[in-house]
């Protein structure tokens, strides 16, 4: 699939069918949110101020799930491309309390948890890093989610609605890390 015709499919699809993603698919998502794409310099798929790479993306794996990997929490490590493990069993539910009910965090295969470390870019940038950098580089990860879903054939939609400290804890953030999106992601009902 062409990038434009990624682009001009994109919507914000929350009807999800219950059925797995495949391992390489979701390793294709994780890496268009995160992924290196220069090894030598370190720098990701998706911009970041100074590269100051304060964006932390946790994976909630519920049921159906993804092939080959236990309902859990994990890490996305992008300096190696693989998942930690963090918390073992399906949280979905706890996940979908904390963003206000919204019964698709609970119905998709992976939630995607975007948090941020905010003062590895506010020391370099100060409260503007922040205020307007992180954000931006959340956004730039979630349309990345959107395209790379897209091309996929899968659907995701962007949560912003939540309350901070019940996904923090849901996932088992520390607590400067900042949640600013969660990421359902399934294949489109």
Not at 40 to 47: D, I
Not at 60 to 84: A, D, K, N, Q, S
Not at 129 to 145: C, F, I, K, T
Request: hydrophobic share 40%; glycine share 8%.
């Amino acid at each position: 699939m062409t990038v434009t015709r990624a682009i001009r499919h994109r919507r914000s699809r929350r009807e999800l069918e219950s059925t797995p993603i495949d391992e390489g698919a979701f390793s294709k998502l994780l890496w268009a949110a995160q992924g290196i794409t220069d090894d030598e310099s370190g720098f990701r798929a998706v911009p970041s101020a100074g590269a100051t790479f304060p964006i932390e993306l946790y994976a909630v794996v519920g049921e159906p799930g993804v092939e080959f990997l236990e309902p859990g929490v994990y890490r996305y490590r992008p300096e190696t491309h693989e998942l930690g493990l963090l918390q073992e069993g399906d949280v979905q539910a706890e996940l979908r309390e904390a963003t206000y009910d919204q019964s698709w965090v609970e119905t998709a295969a992976v939630d995607l948890v975007v948090c941020a470390v905010d003062e590895r870019t506010t020391r370099e940038y100060g409260d503007r890093g922040a205020d307007r950098y992180v954000p931006m580089e959340a956004g730039h990860l979630s349309q990345n989610v959107y395209l790379q879903a897209e091309a996929l054939d899968l659907a995701t939609v962007a949560v912003g609605a939540f309350d901070d400290d019940a996904v923090r804890e849901t996932v088992g953030a520390p607590a400067d890390q900042r949640p600013l999106y969660v990421l359902p992601v399934g294949h489109p009902a």
